[in-house]
C-alpha cells in the first residue's frame, strides 16, 4: 500500500499464559487454510464445515492471547487503503463495506440487494493466501514454514 506499517506488537498481562511456538500457530494456520481452500462441502454439510472452521478460529485466537496489536488510531482508518488496494489489485469492490460486527470482529455488510446466485465479490488468486503461497513466503522459507 505504498505505506509503511504502523503496527506495534505488544505483551499484555502477567506473561502466566504459556508461550506458542511459531511451529504450532504455523500448523494450525495451515490447517485453517487447507480447510478453506478445499472443495465445497457436500448438500447439508455446510453447517459442519462452518463450525469447524469456527474451532479454528477460535483455537488460533486463544493462542494469541496475551498478544494485542496496537494501531496508531483506528482500525478503521486503514480500511480505505485495503480497499484501494484491493480494487488495484484487480478484486472487486462495489455493492459492500468493511463493517464491525461487534463481537463477531469486521466483515462485509451488503451496500445493496444481492440476487440469489449473483456473483457479487471476487478476488483474484494473487492476493489470496493458499497454503502454496504460504510455502513460498518468506514464512515457509527454508523448512521452516507449513510443512
Do not use: H
Request: proline share 3%.
Amino acid at each position: 500500500m505504498g505505506k509503511k506499517s504502523r503496527v506495534k506488537i505488544q505483551k499484555s498481562g502477567s506473561g502466566a499464559t504459556p508461550v506458542v511456538t511459531p511451529k504450532e500457530m504455523m500448523n494450525l494456520i495451515a490447517e485453517l487454510l487447507q480447510k478453506c481452500s478445499s472443495a465445497a462441502p457436500s448438500a447439508g454439510k455446510e453447517w459442519e464445515e462452518y463450525t469447524q472452521i469456527r474451532g479454528l478460529v477460535e483455537k488460533i485466537r486463544k493462542k494469541q492471547k496475551g498478544m494485542s496489536i496496537l494501531f496508531d488510531g483506528s482500525r478503521d482508518d486503514y480500511f480505505p487503503d485495503l480497499m484501494s488496494w484491493a480494487q488495484e489489485s484487480g478484486a472487486s469492490c462495489d455493492g459492500f463495506t468493511v463493517a464491525n460486527f461487534g463481537t463477531e470482529g469486521y466483515g462485509l455488510r451488503a451496500t445493496r440487494d444481492i440476487k440469489a446466485e449473483e456473483l457479487f465479490l471476487w478476488i483474484p488468486r494473487k492476493m489470496l493466501m493458499t497454503v502454496e503461497s504460504a510455502q513460498n513466503s518468506v514464512m515457509g522459507k527454508g523448512g521452516k514454514g507449513l510443512n
